[in-house]
């Protein structure tokens, strides 16, 4: 199920952005916030409420990174027929953003059984949701393959 990636990221989603990645009519993830991505990383997707779970995961493909606002046409282009929101959305989300960050998506998998929070509380404390992202280490993402399986 997982390679051996550099970084593993543990991105909280909400529920509707999650739906549509797990669709695969969501292609990239946007962000406000650099990380230290890049192609073959992994990502670890904690649904945000009201479903509070640790759910799938996806491979990065490739990011993207935009200096904003000054590229915020040049990044809309980009992303566009992948991101699936709407110009206002997108302008909404990065007004007052200096960085426009796109995660592209790939070998996408749900968990055959998801980690709830509560869960997770119990058994790693230490794991806790992010707001926006946590990194993990690979004894953390053996440990969630575990429980995942």
């Not at 999650?18 to 993830?29: M, W, Y």
């Not at 493909?61 to 709407?86: I, Y």
Request: charged share 25%; hydrophobic share 40%.
């Amino acid at each position: 199920m997982f390679t051996q990636p550099s970084n593993i990221l543990l991105l909280s989603i909400k529920p509707q952005y999650a739906d549509q990645i797990f669709a695969g009519t969501k292609q990239v993830e946007l962000r406000r916030v650099r990380t230290r991505l890049q192609a073959g990383d992994l990502v670890l997707i904690y649904v945000s409420s009201p479903e509070r779970a640790l759910v799938g995961s996806f491979e990065v493909e490739k990011m993207l990174v935009e200096d904003l606002p000054k590229n915020l046409n040049t990044f809309w282009h980009k992303v566009k027929e992948k991101a699936a929101v709407d110009r206002k959305i997108f302008d909404n989300y990065y007004q007052g953003a200096s960085v426009g960050v796109g995660i592209f998506c790939k070998n996408i998998q749900r968990f055959r059984k998801p980690i709830h929070l509560d869960t997770l509380r119990k058994k790693k404390p230490h794991i806790i949701p992010p707001q926006c992202y946590r990194y993990l280490t690979h004894g953390e993402l053996i440990w969630v393959k575990s429980m995942t399986q």
